[in-house]
């Protein structure tokens, strides 16, 4: 058995849509709660500021943002994904303590 954390990986844009890959099993709501905690950490929101509002059981999923206007969100999902592109792919790692 492994002792390292889960990771949940960024995988791209296809579309409109950001495909992130998560480890956890869907069991117990413990996917969900994993893409929760990745997406507060790398936008550096707290943990009940985002929210899966539709596809709790899907792996197609919309999730909802509060406490920032849509212009800075789409400013740290941008930035998330620049710095997605010079890791070159590599895993981006859990959240930091959102």
């Known amino acids: 058995m492994s002792s390292s954390a889960p990771q949940t990986v960024l995988r791209g ?24 905690e990745a997406l507060s950490g790398w936008l550096g929101l707290p943990r009940d500021r985002v929210h899966i509002r539709t596809g709790h ?25 620049r710095k997605d592109q010079r890791a070159g792919k590599e895993r981006l790692g859990g959240s930091q303590g959102a």
């Open 57 to 81: 059981g899907s792996r197609d999923k919309v999730i909802a943002f509060t406490g920032l206007d849509e212009g800075e969100l789409r400013n740290r999902l941008m930035a998330l994904l």
């Open 13 to 36: 844009v296809y579309g409109e849509r950001l495909k992130i890959s998560v480890t956890a099993a869907p069991e117990d709501n413990r996917a969900n709660r994993q893409l929760v």
